[in-house]
């Protein structure tokens, strides 16, 4: 027999091949007047003559008219000799022996003119991707990073919990926005940046199993793919292939309303820069940055695998008493890095003196206060949602990302998790025959409340998942879901919403909610009387999603789906792929429960909070499955404060909530972690659980957090009174 668990988390023309001998191109640029002398006498590593010489317009309409593929060969075509050879050995698609060669005529001998600074940006783009690609190759990186020896300094990071993609993509993008500070430079170094960001959506690489050698594995299949991207990116650009895609995601914003990707890539004149400038040395500086962003990242995992966090010791309320070597007084608060211990006796432990000296080493140059300023900046940026690392947006100075601790579960999480685990304990104690299993099942669609917008009357959303903000592993879950299951013997394991979207029953479950929207879609949703099933805008970098399904269209089993940025799309429910859909708490409650109740091979008990009992459940749920079995379920009792009302983790998020608890010294029963500083262990907790069940007259009420607090004391004492008197009989 299964029980199953819910918890939701709060916590980017026609072509027009030319043959044989071209036609030159007029010399005369729609919207440009002047002589070839004058327009020559433009400074040719000024941004600004690219569209004052009107090579902007000149290279868009060449590219729109005559085609993407080899535009690059057709333009030294029919701009050579007055269009007068045959063939072009003009290749600029080939980093590593292509011949992108750099103008060696004067401008003025051009036809037209504009092509000198069209031939100019070529180059130029040509020499950076060349740099990066060689700047990127494995020996070189491997040997900068020196992975072995940060296993041995600090451990080695855990294979789940972050993508090594990720953390490249967003060290190198901020590496590149930070050389794009420099004037000169920063037109190609924010063009070429996007480039990395699209490593982030990586599938993640195959880990070696020589633990030393596993960073330097991931490391080099990631810089492989760089490379590989960098390769790809140079084709796309110069006519190598048909699809130009690419460029739409990474270009920055056009200038000049260019129309095609290319044009729109070379925009602004951002590639005509001074000769003066040394493109390599330049990659090199970006690449140093990115490296040591890695190495940074890299060890705060290693870190946060062994179960390390950032612990703001409130009883240390002076510089005197900040004492654990590593930690910092600032802003009258005690910082350090600290884990949980696993006896009684310790609350928790330092990170040994020995591992935080090493922060300061050259090969890792982690400032500690940049770092703890960082980790707290990170709760204050995100106080509604799960705070995640994040790459964009921070100091480009080489200091670490934010947000590498994850969301603290409050007290009425941790009941409703303790709760299952009971529940499993007393099925497999009576079912001996039976595997019991919990499944705690985390919604990563839940929206990303700062991107909630209107367009019209229709509210739109971009959801955690697509964001993702949701792929790095919850620690604070993780450490207790590892103390409930040693401590009542019972196995779990942990789902996203992708892995329930991959259940073989769910095609033929949606295909008759929607065949049945008109009498269920008012049932879920009263107020709009539609289904909330969403599907992100799959167009690059939008992710928009109709929040309650509004404009939804359904012709059988096919529902088109309305961005209002970039028009409609669709899926097929019989032969499409569901693993995008998101869909509304109701919908998803009820999609669950069929889900449960189709499974041939388990027995399904779910565990919710009394808040999805009573009314809720009878119209959410029982009155759209009238005819079907339904799952048990067992409701955990609510967590109240002194009004009556449930402690809400969307209110103890916001900074003056629930500050006479913490008056009261009762804050520890608001997140994980000031639970066990407290003194209490998980078990203290999971007994206060376990009695409820063994006595069901107290699972089915309510509980204040007063109530709470004066059990677990009660439990707490007890406990200690039983190791004092074991103490005494050695």
């Not at 037209?112 to 130029?124: D, G, Y």
């Not at 950076?128 to 700047?135: D, I, K, N, P, V």
């Not at 993640?204 to 490379?227: G, M």
């Not at 962003?293 to 612990?311: C, D, E, M």
Request: proline share 5%; aromatic share 10%.
């Amino acid at each position: 027999m299964y029980s199953s668990l819910k918890l939701s988390l709060s916590i980017f023309g026609l072509l027009a091949p030319i043959l044989g001998h071209s036609k030159p191109v007029p010399q005369r640029v729609i919207g440009v007047s002047g002589s070839p002398e004058l327009i020559c006498s433009l400074t040719a590593a000024d941004r600004t003559t690219w569209d004052n010489s009107g090579a902007s317009v000149f290279l868009d309409n060449f590219v729109r008219e005559q085609g993407v593929r080899n535009w690059a060969n057709n333009l030294d075509q029919r701009t050579t000799a007055g269009g007068t050879i045959a063939d072009s050995n003009l290749d600029c698609t080939d980093l590593r022996t292509g011949n992108c060669r750099s103008p060696n005529v004067l401008c003025t001998q051009f036809t037209p003119p504009q092509v000198s600074f069209i031939r100019n940006a070529m180059f130029t783009c040509h020499s950076l991707l060349r740099a990066y690609q060689e700047e990127l190759q494995d020996a070189i990186i491997n040997e900068i990073l020196m992975a072995g020896g940060l296993v041995s300094d600090f451990g080695q990071p855990a294979e789940q919990g972050y993508s090594i993609f990720g953390v490249l993509a967003g060290a190198f993008t901020i590496a590149a926005a930070a050389g794009a500070a420099n004037p000169l430079i920063g037109g190609p170094l924010t063009a070429v940046a996007g480039i990395f960001g699209i490593l982030g959506s990586f599938p993640d690489p195959t880990d070696a199993d020589n633990l030393r050698n596993d960073i330097d594995a991931r490391l080099a299949q990631a810089f492989t793919a760089s490379r590989n991207q960098v390769s790809t990116l140079a084709q796309t650009i110069f006519g190598g292939v048909d699809d130009t895609s690419l460029l739409a995601r990474i270009s920055p914003p056009a200038t000049n309303s260019e129309t095609t990707d290319v044009g729109r890539f070379f925009s602004g004149g951002r590639f005509l820069i001074p000769a003066t400038v040394n493109l390599d040395m330049e990659v090199r500086a970006v690449a140093d940055r990115g490296i040591r962003l890695v190495r940074q990242a890299l060890v705060i995992r290693a870190l946060k695998t062994q179960g390390y966090f950032v612990w703001i010791d409130t009883g240390a309320t002076t510089f005197e008493a900040c004492t654990p070597t590593g930690s910092r007084f600032m802003n009258g608060k005690c910082y350090k890095i600290a884990r949980f211990a696993s006896s009684l006796q310790s609350r928790i432990e330092d990170i040994p003196a020995d591992t935080v000296l090493k922060f300061g080493n050259e090969q890792y140059n982690i400032v500690i206060e940049d770092f703890y300023n960082n980790a707290e900046a990170c709760q204050n940026a995100n106080p509604n949602s799960d705070g995640q690392a994040q790459f964009e947006g921070l100091p480009l100075d080489g200091t670490l990302p934010q947000c590498f601790f994850n969301m603290r579960p409050h007290i009425g999480n941790m009941t409703n998790v303790s709760t299952a685990f009971a529940v499993a304990k007393g099925l497999k104690k009576h079912h001996e025959s039976r595997r019991v299993r919990v499944s705690l099942d985390l919604v990563d669609t839940a929206p990303y409340s700062p991107t909630t917008t209107k367009y019209g009357d229709v509210v739109y959303q971009k959801s955690l998942r697509y964001l993702q903000k949701a792929n790095e592993s919850n620690s604070d879950f993780e450490s207790l879901l590892v103390q409930l299951g040693a401590e009542c013997g019972v196995e779990y394991r942990v789902r996203k919403q992708t892995d329930i979207l991959q259940d073989p029953h769910l095609r033929e479950i949606l295909q008759d909610i929607v065949a049945r929207r008109v009498e269920i879609a008012p049932l879920l949703e009263p107020r709009y009387k539609t289904l909330g099933i969403r599907y992100a805008c799959p167009t690059p970098d939008c992710g928009l999603a109709d929040k309650h399904g509004i404009r939804n269209e359904y012709f059988g089993n096919q529902i088109k789906f309305q961005c209002p940025v970039h028009g409609s799309y669709q899926i097929d429910l019989e032969n499409g792929d569901l693993k995008f859909l998101e869909f509304n708490t109701p919908l998803r409650g009820l999609i669950r429960c069929r889900l449960f109740a189709q499974d041939p091979v388990s027995s399904w008990v779910q565990i919710k909070g009394s808040d999805y009992a009573g009314f809720y459940a009878e119209q959410m749920v029982l009155r759209p499955l009238q005819g079907s079995c339904t799952p048990i379920t067992v409701y955990t009792p609510l967590i109240m404060d002194w009004s009556g009302a449930k402690i809400s983790k969307s209110l103890y998020v916001r900074p003056d909530a629930y500050e006479y608890l913490r008056l009261s010294n009762l804050s520890y029963l608001l997140n994980f972690r000031e639970f066990c500083a407290a003194g209490f262990k998980i078990g203290t907790l999971y007994k206060l659980v376990e009695g409820w069940i063994n006595e069901p007259k107290r699972l089915f009420r309510h509980y204040t957090i007063y109530q709470i607090h004066q059990e677990l004391l009660q439990i707490l004492n007890s406990e200690r009174e039983s190791l004092k008197e074991a103490e005494k009989s050695k």
